[in-house]
């Protein structure tokens, strides 16, 4: 699980861009398939 705030944008496409210091554990926890929705608050899950 990763806890915390970061600013992040969305690109022309539509994709989130992770940041640097969370990419490998994501793509060995997830294997590059990741699923993110929005809370009632708009915070993302």
Do not use: W, Y
């Not at 915390?4 to 539509?14: E, Y």
């Not at 940041?19 to 060995?28: G, I």
Request: charged share 25%; proline share 2%; with cysteine.
């Amino acid at each position: 699980m990763f806890r915390g705030i970061a600013q992040l944008n969305l690109d022309s496409k539509g994709r989130l861009a992770v940041p640097a210091r969370h990419r490998e554990a994501l793509l060995e926890r997830c294997g590059g398939h990741l699923v993110i929705t929005a809370d009632a608050d708009r915070c993302l899950l």
